[in-house]
């Protein structure tokens, strides 16, 4: 098992989801900003962030410690179909992002929402002077206190941070060792597209 995954994962079957070519074209679109990137100077392998779209009773999301996030296939995904007890039951021939609990609360929490969009943004552009004068209109928040990786708790920090009024929330302090230079954002939406939209548009935005 992988060290970055803290729940216990259950494979149903082997067989990978259908209907993956949107996520895939999310992630591409992401990883073009910089958004997803792959982690460099470290003897790990990986690449920043998730995606998500709801499924059914469950959903899919991009599988753990992809080197890339770029052309990705129907393997590079697993669907969720639910967690208890610490299991969480997914089929697909991978193991599940690391950070699938917080996905999986966050779709318990709002209803509405289709699709989840973790990346990670350059904290230059996060929190230089000129940027933060642009959080309350770019519907950026941050959560309350530090957010780490892996637990039920991220989705809970998350889902107390989103209002009407925040569209990005950024996760306190939730940077890798290897990658202290980023730090981790949430966006959802009632679509994908949306929801990566969004995501891109505030990376644009700080950047004026």
């Known amino acids: 098992m992988s060290d ?8 149903l079957s082997e067989t990978p989801p ?8 999310a992630c591409i679109r992401l990883t073009e900003c910089n958004l997803l ?3 460099e100077g470290t003897s790990i392998i990986g690449s920043n962030g998730n995606v998500s779209k709801r499924q059914g009773a469950g959903f899919i999301i991009t599988s753990t410690q992809l080197p890339t996030k770029q052309n990705l296939g129907p393997r590079d995904f697993v669907h969720i179909e639910k967690y208890t007890e610490g299991e969480t039951h997914f089929h697909g021939s991978k193991l599940p992002s690391s950070e699938c609990l917080m996905h999986l609360h966050l779709f318990e929490s709002f209803p509405d929402i289709q699709a989840i969009v973790h990346v990670h943004e350059s904290n230059d552009l996060l929190y ?12 950026i ?53 949306e929801a990566t939209e969004r995501a891109i548009a505030v990376h644009k935005g700080l950047k004026q």
């Open 141 to 193: 928040v941050e959560t309350a206190e530090d957010v780490k990786g892996g637990t039920i708790a991220v989705g809970e920090a998350t889902a107390e941070a989103f209002t009407e009024e925040s569209l990005y929330v950024i996760l306190k302090n939730h940077r890798p060792d290897w990658d202290p230079d980023r730090t981790g954002t949430v966006v959802m939406g009632r679509t994908l597209e």
């Open 37 to 39: 990137s792959s982690y």
């Open 18 to 25: 259908e209907d993956t070519a949107d996520i895939s074209a």
């Open 128 to 139: 230089g002077e000129n940027s933060r004068a642009c959080w309350t209109d770019l519907g």
């Open 4 to 11: 970055f995954i803290q729940f216990k994962p259950v494979q």
